[in-house]
């Protein structure tokens, strides 16, 4: 006990030195606070989210900084885990006095901070997908992901281009998946489409044919769409083609990736779903204003880390552009300057799209900055 | 006079007192408050896990299962209908009291591995039950929770109140209360412990057929320490959600509960102050061990494994022998 104690108190001299050198200094570091799901069941996106950040935050520096000052860049890892995600943004604000912060893996780390984070007034860019986080807009809350609400938009607009109208849904009961399902349901009413099958699965499921054939033996079902997360889309997918269902397939932006394609195999063949362009940097045209920022990122990422780039490292990539962006404008670190700042940012064209914030809208992006994507050959082809 | 005051049980509670009243001048910021104020309230559910636990002899693996239907009644009863707290956490403390009840009568006659296995199973359903009723719970998202409000006092962590004349700030009003809190948790733990049941209950630990044959209703007592230590895991789980202000099905999840079954093992079995220790480390390591990152897990395993091969008995219990022992053979030489 005395022992922790000394320790401690022992830590605490050193820190309190090194504020006091701190402080000294002329030029005050811009201080980039991070909570991300780094290690843990989410880890598959805080792992190129922290790369990310760490990546830029030092090639900003290289070149100067922002405002003539370095960023300096302080982060947590939250296991995936809601109440270590709200304690480590507590030690954001309270304990580091950070400017600004870009983090929040999933939306339950995200949502599990909020509160304190509105009540401390920080600015917070969220690298989570759900629409609750700027649905209701927050004062302090903005975010780079699309929502799953677009991706829905953008599925079942592609559904009824090709005539579709009832759809068998299959979905993960985990937040992603039970949220998913949620705006499907309320996007598919708005748009006269009729849900006619409903199946869920909860993310320990090793086999989901007992689902997809409910699904299948529904009347009328014209197409089929998986929302999910992780492991289970893939063994959906797979027990599509095991029962030998021919009906057109959609996947959410959820597993948009190419460890997917990897873990479904060949069953994947003639899937379609919403996905960043990063996945298809060379199919873009020519005159799309995104090509350039997406094969940029996906080559830096690529030379640094040396692993493939993903989506998720994107939200963060654009997070912290978002967030340089507004201390310029804001021309200070201040943390009412710097939110105002970002409420007004129009037409920065970001890897995930282009971002048009407003006072309303904390996201900034349309329904068409998804991609429709198709698997065609083992690789992931550009339909819309 | 002194000498019979330092003999008598309230000692420790004392020391507790004297440790929570001096703490404040070793912390440097409201986030170190934050901190204290965790612990004291996961202390004080740990202290009544451990009535369970270290007192009876009976192992609860479900015991977040409690602590969360705790912070989900206070969160949806304030929040969703507008309660003010008092009444919630009472209500709550009841209602999972009546649950933890009508659950442990039938569990508690299991023994060993099937009683776990039972309290097991009851966390678990809490917790299904708590992702899934989105409606209500707001699923596995989680759902904010408002400020705590006493008496017509709202005490949000951002405030800033007067105590007496002297302003102090929201956190400094949350470690007062949470000091309060855990001090009375202590105090009817230990007066409980001294009482005829806390005796007929150490000896079910030591043996149930022989407490049976000596008359002691097992049955009865073990389902009482088992209603009253979920009442203590509800009150402060209501607690923990105005203090978080959002909660998530995580607070009711089987990692939660190992938690508060490593807290107790770890500070030592049986021995209350033992158990606040548990709960201060294991609380505080995360947050020393953030710095190593990738290998903040392996340290943390290591520490829990060092633990319990050199100090098998916990950590108070351990340091107390210890330093009982040196101390007898100073004595030895002296004389």
């Not at chain 2, 023994?111 to 708590?130: D, E, N, R, W």
Request: glycine share 10%.
């Amino acid at each position: 006990m005395l022992k922790t104690m000394m320790r401690r108190a022992g830590q605490c001299a050193v820190v309190a030195a090194a504020c006091l050198m701190m402080s000294a200094q002329a030029a005050e570091p811009i201080k980039i606070g991070s909570f991300l799901s780094v290690t843990g069941p989410a880890s598959f996106l805080g792992d190129p989210e922290l790369k990310t950040l760490e990546m830029y935050v030092e090639k900003i520096n290289e070149e100067g900084g922002v405002l003539g000052r370095q960023l300096e860049l302080i982060h947590y890892d939250d296991v995936g885990n809601a109440s270590s995600a709200r304690n480590f943004a507590s030690r954001l604000i309270r304990s580091d006095r950070v400017d600004i912060i870009v983090g929040g893996s999933t939306t339950g780390a995200t949502m599990a901070a909020v509160p304190l984070i509105e009540q401390a007034q920080v600015p917070f860019i969220s690298l989570a997908g759900a629409v609750v986080i700027t649905t209701p807009v927050k004062k302090w809350v903005f975010k780079t992901p699309q929502s799953d609400r677009m991706a829905a938009e953008r599925i079942l607009a592609d559904m009824k281009d090709r005539g579709i109208t009832k759809i068998g849904l299959i979905s993960g009961t985990g937040g992603f998946g039970s949220s998913g399902r949620t705006q499907t349901l309320e996007v598919a009413e708005q748009m006269g489409m009729d849900v006619v099958a409903d199946v869920t699965y909860s993310g320990s499921d090793t086999d989901m044919t007992a689902q997809l054939t409910n699904i299948r033996n529904t009347k009328g079902v014209e197409a089929v769409l998986n929302f999910g997360f992780g492991q289970g889309p893939a063994i959906v997918t797979r027990n599509y083609v095991q029962l030998g269902m021919e009906l057109p397939f959609y996947q959410s932006h959820g597993v948009a990736s190419d460890s997917f394609l990897e873990l479904a195999g060949s069953s994947a063949e003639g899937l379609r779903l919403p996905a960043s362009p990063l996945l298809v940097p060379d199919s873009l045209p020519q005159e799309d204003p995104q090509k350039e920022v997406v094969q940029n990122y996906k080559a830096e990422y690529e030379a640094r880390w040396d692993s493939k780039v993903s989506t998720f490292g994107a939200y963060a990539y654009d997070g912290l552009m978002l967030a340089v962006r507004a201390i310029e404008k804001a021309g200070s670190t201040d943390p009412e300057a710097v939110r105002g700042a970002l409420e007004n940012i129009q037409g920065y064209v970001g890897v995930t799209g282009e971002f048009n914030m407003s006072p309303d809208d904390h996201n900034g992006l349309d329904a068409d900055s998804f991609r429709i994507l198709e698997v065609q050959n083992g690789e992931w082809k550009l339909i819309d | 006079m002194l000498n019979r005051f330092m003999q008598s049980r309230l000692r420790g509670l004392v020391i507790l007192a004297l440790i929570l009243i001096i703490l404040p001048a070793f912390l440097g910021n409201p986030f170190h408050y934050e901190l204290v104020i965790q612990m004291a309230i996961i202390a004080a559910t740990v202290v009544g896990l451990n009535l369970l636990v270290g007192f009876a002899g009976q192992i609860s693996l479900g015991h977040a299962g409690f602590f969360g239907l705790g912070a989900y009644f206070t969160g949806i009863a304030t929040g969703t209908y507008g309660w003010s707290s008092l009444p919630a956490l009472v209500v709550g403390a009841v209602v999972v009291g009546t649950i933890a009840w009508l659950v442990g009568r039938p569990i508690l006659r299991l023994k060993g591995h099937y009683l776990s296995m039972a309290t097991l199973a009851v966390g678990f359903i809490i917790a299904i039950i708590l992702n899934n009723e989105r409606a209500i719970t707001g699923g596995p998202d989680g759902m904010p929770v408002p400020a705590l409000d006493l008496f017509g006092w709202e005490l949000s962590t951002f405030g800033r109140y007067s105590l007496f004349g002297i302003e102090i700030s929201g956190v400094q009003a949350w470690y007062i209360l949470a000091s309060v809190v855990l001090l009375a948790a202590v105090w009817f733990a230990l007066n409980l412990i001294e009482s005829p049941i806390g005796r007929a209950l150490r000896s079910v630990h030591g043996s149930e057929v022989a407490a049976s044959v000596v008359g002691v209703d097992t049955a009865k007592y073990k389902s009482l320490v088992f209603v009253i230590s979920a009442i203590y895991a509800s009150v402060m789980g209501g607690l923990y959600a105005h203090f978080q202000g959002f909660i998530t099905p995580a607070v009711a999840s089987f990692e939660f509960s190992i938690l508060f079954i490593t807290m107790v093992v770890l500070g030592g079995m049986g021995s209350t102050f033992g158990v606040i220790l548990g709960a201060v480390v294991l609380k505080l390591l995360p947050q020393v061990l953030a710095d190593f990152q990738e290998l903040e897990t392996v340290m943390f395993g290591l520490i829990l494994m060092l633990t319990m091969i050199f100090m098998p008995k916990g950590l108070l219990p351990t340091l107390t022998a210890a330093v009982s022992k040196r101390m007898r053979k100073k004595a030895g030489g002296e004389a």
